[in-house]
């Protein structure tokens, strides 16, 4: 995409949806990492179902590991890889207590070392929880980033790198929430919505819908 082309795009995004941000629900950092755990192969609403019953009685590391691994077992059995996800979580939570006195680590490094946590989810934690100019690239991101030409890449990396480098330092700290949410509800997989997209005359798709 031409370099003048991206300032108007991330404009157009941002009068769209003003004040972006993740569907997920939470109300600490602790709470967010869980969920975006859980989110992996999942929808949000199916999440944000298992943590509403899940945050009201553990949503600290201390009280979700005195759950037990079925009692953890039976508030998220309803998302995708739940024995996994259990398993990680207990193990996520056990590391927090250890290493970082039962706080979320505001560092990529210490973020990675948690199970469950990899370069995508650590970066929607330092975004979300502690406003870090970081882009997550996940399948609607990377999607949107290739189809529109934004940052087209081969790999999840080379998005991750060409958005960080395309972006205004500006947008930076939003452009994850307003790609994300485009890509969820208007540049979708099967069939975008070109007729409604803000950025249709940017857009460098050449199937465009009619």
Same mark, same amino acid.
């Given at each position: 995409?031409?370099?003048?082309?991206?300032?108007?795009?991330?404009?157009?995004?941002?009068?769209?949806?003003?004040?972006?941000?993740?569907?997920?629900?939470?109300?600490?950092?602790?709470?967010?990492?869980?969920?975006?755990?859980?989110?992996?192969?999942?929808?949000?609403?199916?999440?944000?179902?298992?943590?509403?019953?899940?945050? %009201? #009685?553990?949503?600290?590391?201390? $009280? @979700?590991?005195? =759950?037990?691994?079925? /009692?953890? +077992?039976?508030?998220?059995?309803?998302?995708?890889?739940?024995?996994?996800?259990?398993?990680?979580?207990?193990?996520?939570?056990?590391?927090?207590?250890?290493?970082?006195?039962? %706080? #979320?680590?505001?560092?990529?490094? $210490? @973020?990675?070392? =948690?199970?469950?946590? /990899?370069? +995508?989810?650590?970066?929607?934690?330092?975004?979300?929880?502690?406003?870090?100019?970081?882009?997550?690239?996940?399948?609607?991101?990377?999607?949107?980033?290739?189809?529109?030409?934004?940052?087209?890449?081969?790999?999840?990396?080379?998005?991750?790198?060409?958005?960080?480098?395309?972006?205004?330092?500006?947008?930076?700290?939003?452009?994850?929430?307003?790609?994300?949410?485009?890509?969820?509800?208007?540049?979708?997989?099967?069939?975008?919505?070109?007729?409604?997209?803000?950025?249709?005359?940017?857009?460098?798709?050449?199937?465009?819908?009619?």
């Amino acid at each position: 995409m031409d370099p003048s082309q991206i300032h108007p795009l991330f404009t157009r995004l941002q009068a769209a949806r003003p004040q972006p941000t993740t569907e997920l629900h939470y109300h600490s950092p602790f709470e967010l990492l869980v969920a975006v755990i859980l989110s992996a192969q999942a929808t949000d609403k199916k999440v944000n179902e298992a943590t509403e019953r899940l945050f %009201a #009685v553990a949503n600290t590391p201390q $009280a @979700l590991l005195e =759950l037990g691994e079925e /009692g953890l +077992k039976d508030f998220i059995k309803t998302i995708g890889l739940y024995n996994t996800k259990a398993a990680n979580l207990r193990k996520t939570c056990a590391l927090l207590l250890e290493r970082h006195g039962g %706080a #979320v680590p505001r560092d990529r490094e $210490a @973020l990675e070392a =948690l199970p469950g946590v /990899g370069r +995508k989810t650590a970066n929607v934690i330092l975004n979300t929880a502690f406003g870090e100019p970081t882009i997550a690239v996940d399948t609607h991101i990377f999607r949107v980033a290739n189809r529109t030409g934004l940052a087209p890449g081969q790999t999840v990396r080379d998005v991750e790198d060409g958005l960080l480098a395309a972006t205004p330092a500006e947008f930076r700290q939003d452009a994850h929430h307003w790609l994300i949410l485009h890509g969820r509800y208007v540049c979708t997989a099967r069939k975008p919505r070109c007729p409604d997209c803000p950025i249709h005359d940017l857009c460098e798709y050449p199937d465009k819908t009619r």
